[in-house]
């Protein structure tokens, strides 16, 4: 009987242990959440024309709308894999939470040089897997948007940082771990590379 009793405390503590992780899981889970759509909402209003009144008529036209945060720089588009993903000012653990991250001291969107923006390949860039030659890559910031082509992809080791170094002409760098389904710390890095068509970006989309 002692044994008995033993055993059914040890399960309902199990029990009670189970209950207080998922509980945990479902909080961490709503409040990431609500960084990523924090920071997606602040990323579509990015490069978009302030409508009639200024921002005051903006403001109003979204009461409901999530602080805006200052860490969004723009957005990162890749039509043809369905990649839609807010642009970070920096690649710290924080900011990959909430989207990419740009590299610190690679170019702005549409400046000379190497823009290097990263991500973790099990949520936002998980779409690269897929990415092709020739698709187009929209970087958007408060000018308008730029569009970039991409022109390749390699594999690298985490050591050559070569795939950054400033160029003389425009060009995007996407990078991310490799393997894409790999468990654990991923070995290698996957390198998507794309150059700017055009220094002029398109105009800011009009709001209404």
Request: net charge neutral; charged share 20%; with cysteine.
């Amino acid at each position: 009987m002692k044994r008995r009793g033993t055993v059914r405390q040890a399960a309902t503590r199990l029990e009670w242990l189970l209950w207080v992780v998922a509980i945990a899981s479902v909080g961490y889970t709503c409040l990431w959440s609500g960084e990523v759509y924090a920071a997606r909402w602040h990323a579509q209003s990015i490069g978009q024309a302030m409508p009639e009144g200024g921002p005051a008529a903006s403001a109003a036209t979204a009461p409901d709308a999530p602080k805006q945060a200052s860490s969004v720089m723009g957005r990162l588009e890749i039509p043809g894999i369905g990649l839609a993903v807010p642009v970070m000012a920096d690649f710290d653990p924080a900011s990959l939470r909430r989207g990419v991250g740009h590299i610190q001291g690679t170019a702005l969107p549409g400046g000379l040089g190497t823009l290097g923006l990263a991500g973790h390949r099990d949520t936002f860039f998980r779409p690269l897997a897929h990415i092709a030659k020739g698709m187009d890559i929209r970087v958007t910031d408060a000018s308008g948007t730029y569009h970039y082509r991409v022109d390749g992809t390699e594999i690298v080791t985490p050591d050559q940082v070569q795939v950054l170094d400033i160029r003389n002409e425009p060009k995007l760098t996407l990078i991310t771990c490799y393997p894409f389904d790999f468990i654990g710390q991923a070995p290698k890095r996957f390198i998507v590379h794309a150059n700017l068509v055009s220094l002029e970006p398109d105009a800011p989309a009009h709001t209404h």
